[in-house]
């Protein structure tokens, strides 16, 4: 059996955290996830703290188990939907971008479970102190903002400075990836890219169809001169953003300004010309749409084979 302490610390069947993703994980896949056995989680990204409280509502119209909201630290919103999801007493709540002290007896007090994500030992020690249950260790594999340590490097070196457990996240996909952080010293997974093409997911049937079609090459980091680099697939925006980021006439400004609303064009219109579809390297791996339920299953049964065959 994959189960692992993470099951009993949050309250689910399976060791598997779905990732939040701005724009695209609302309340309707996180439920889909979380009924099936793994954690859903709702991300605010840059919302207001109004659209995350009607989120996590529906949501628990939708699923009687636990689901998690993700909370973006440098988010101007963020001080409210803090108090939002220690009112609404939400399972769990993930971080990133950002310190979480300011919060946390706030949300113990709800009795919330506290898992940040991180990039870097640093910060997963800082986090441990602050009395985080866990942490999810983020390698550059993954879609989205990303650091600079990949997921094989990044997930011992936080299992040796913590006691507390590691969920692995960035490149992975299937149980092969799963029995792989497993070996690492993770005690589950998080899950962002594959959960695109899950049948309950609401983006436009163009983003699902280009991770569908993705190869192992096609995704791209953008970003970095800014200081916080993003791997999205490979389209015209993409290329152009990063070429840009090499011209010298093209202002730190400029380039920012670039790709506000980008996200929005590929999630909500499919806009394969001005869109930023962001996903991991694991875009090659997925050929499929499935339920939530199905993938979930499909990556359990394939770990456990695997782990069953050490």
């Known amino acids: ?25 609302d309340a309707e896949l996180a439920a889909a996830v979380s009924s099936a056995g793994g954690l859903g989680i709702i991300a605010a990204g840059s919302a207001p703290a109004y659209y995350v409280s009607e989120q996590i509502r529906k949501a628990k119209t939708l699923t009687d188990k636990p689901f998690g909201v993700n909370i973006m630290l440098m988010s101007p919103h963020a001080e409210e939907i803090a108090k939002v999801v220690a009112e609404e007493k939400v399972a769990v709540v993930t971080t990133g971008a950002g310190n979480p002290s300011k919060y946390m007896a706030q949300w113990t007090e709800a009795g919330i479970t506290v898992i940040p994500v991180v990039a870097s030992t640093g910060l997963a020690k800082m986090s441990a102190k602050l009395g985080a249950a866990a942490i999810i260790a983020e390698g550059c594999e993954a879609g989205g903002h990303i650091g600079e340590l990949t997921t094989m490097a990044l997930v011992p070196q936080v299992c040796d400075v913590v006691d507390i457990p590691v969920i692995a996240a960035g490149g992975i996909a299937d149980g092969r990836g799963m029995a792989a952080a497993y070996m690492l010293g993770a005690a589950g997974v998080q899950i962002g890219t594959r959960f695109l093409v899950a049948k309950e997911c609401n983006i436009h049937q163009n983003y699902k169809d280009k991770v569908i079609s993705a190869r192992d090459i096609d995704t791209i980091a953008t970003g970095k001169r800014l200081g916080h680099p993003v791997r999205s697939l490979k389209t015209a925006f993409s290329r152009d953003i990063f070429s840009k980021e090499y011209d010298s006439s093209v202002t730190n400004e400029e380039l920012e300004s670039i790709g506000v609303g980008a996200l929005r064009l590929a999630v909500e219109e499919g806009d394969t010309k001005k869109g930023c579809f962001l996903a991991g390297q694991v875009a090659g791996l997925i050929k499929k749409e499935q339920t939530a339920g199905e993938i979930i299953e499909e990556i359990i049964k394939e770990a456990e084979d695997i782990l069953g065959r050490r």
């Open 1 to 25: 059996m994959v189960k692992s302490q993470i099951c009993d610390i949050v309250g689910i069947k399976y060791p598997i955290f779905q990732g939040a993703m701005a724009w695209i994980s």
